[in-house]
């Protein structure tokens, strides 16, 4: 499956972004989807992931609150809403699929492009 992920962008603190990612090629509805993210000079971590119909949904501890993930099956896409954003939420953002699910990067075998997201103070 690909997967093209967008929305990122320059946001003030307390501000919201939605991210979106498009996923082609193969039964999106067969795919846990997921959004990671990376810092610089940080690992990329899981933030949010969501089971293939939507009825399970998962957040690290640092957006719960904050941010939700939801899907479209008919229109292939996941989004992240994210309210309330914050400096330490600057990183860049990927989404990700998998068949299996999973909360590590090795559960996922397909992976977006990224979209930066900045927050400023």
């Known amino acids: 499956v690909q997967l093209q992920a967008s929305g990122g962008g320059l946001v003030q603190t307390g501000g919201s972004l939605r991210l979106s990612c498009a996923a082609s090629g193969r039964t999106f509805s067969d795919y846990a989807m997921a959004w990671f993210r990376q810092a610089p000079g940080k690992e990329r971590e899981l933030v949010a992931a969501?089971?293939?119909?939507?009825?399970?949904?998962y957040y690290a501890d640092s957006v719960k609150g904050r941010f939700t993930i939801s899907r479209d099956n008919a229109k292939n896409t996941v989004y992240l809403q994210m309210n309330s954003l914050r400096p330490e939420d600057t990183a860049v953002y990927y989404c990700?699929?998998?068949?299996?699910?999973?909360?590590?990067?090795?559960?996922?075998?397909?992976w977006g492009q990224g979209t930066q997201v900045t927050v400023s103070s």
């Open positions: 969501i089971s293939w119909s939507g009825g399970s949904t």
């Open positions: 990700a699929a998998t068949l299996g699910g999973g909360r590590y990067l090795r559960d996922y075998d397909y």
